[in-house]
């Protein structure tokens, strides 16, 4: 009894690496992020399909309760965490603190290693300016829109300009479902083809 206790104590004492991954609808597939886990060493992978911006992501609070210290969390991109850096800087200190790491498999950022924390802080300081650039942009081009009259009414007819920025406020996730479709004046349905058409190009 006590040989198996010591092993098993062993064993889960050496640094381990937990996977996590996600995508924002049922219509996206883990394959690719799960593939890069298990060739990166993952033992355990947790998945969510779930929303950036949503609070509640069930798999990724079980692949937390794993973690121990000495162990990485490991992810395809930081964006699989949150988009927002004043939320992300500080869920990177409280693993740093509690002497966990986390990585990046496609940024090739590793916060084990000495210049790794240095360089996440930089990078995603660099990645929530270019997302706040976006929003700015979605936004200066819905008010450049309406100025002209092109939004409103019941038409379903939209420009190619219109479906650029349709597009980018759905990729941002800053804009719910309904409020996308009261803005262009379009049904649920005719917003999803409109996705679809552009992801055919």
């Known amino acids: 009894m006590n040989l198996q ?5 062993k064993k889960r004492a050496q640094k381990m690496k937990i996977g996590y991954a996600r995508v924002s609808t049922d219509k996206q597939t883990l394959d690719l992020q799960i593939d890069a886990l298990k060739k990166a060493g993952c033992e355990k992978i947790y998945s969510d399909v779930v929303s950036g911006s949503k609070a509640q992501k069930p798999e990724f ?3 937390l ?14 964006d699989r965490l949150g988009r ?3 939320q992300l800087l500080p869920f990177v200190e409280d693993l740093k603190n509690k002497g966990v790491g986390l990585i990046s498999i496609t940024q090739n950022i590793d916060t084990t ?9 930089i990078f995603s300081a660099i990645a929530e300016n270019e997302r706040n650039l976006l929003i700015e942009r979605t936004k200066a081009g819905l008010e450049a829109a309406r100025a002209r009259g092109r939004f409103g009414g019941r038409k379903e007819k939209l420009s190619d300009t219109q479906v650029k920025i349709l597009k980018a406020m759905h990729k941002s996730e800053e804009h719910s479902t309904a409020e996308i479709c009261a803005t262009f004046g379009i049904s649920r349905p005719t917003m999803y083809r409109y996705l679809r058409a552009t992801e055919k190009r």
Do not use: C, N, S
């Not at 206790?5 to 104590?9: L, T, V």
């Not at 309760?65 to 930081?78: P, T």
């Open 65 to 78: 309760d794993q973690l121990r210290e000495g162990d990485a969390l490991v992810v395809w991109r930081f």
């Open 5 to 9: 206790y010591r092993f098993i104590y």
């Open 113 to 121: 290693r000495p210049d790794g924390y240095m360089v996440f802080t």
């Open 84 to 86: 927002v850096t004043r």
């Open 61 to 63: 609070e079980k692949a």
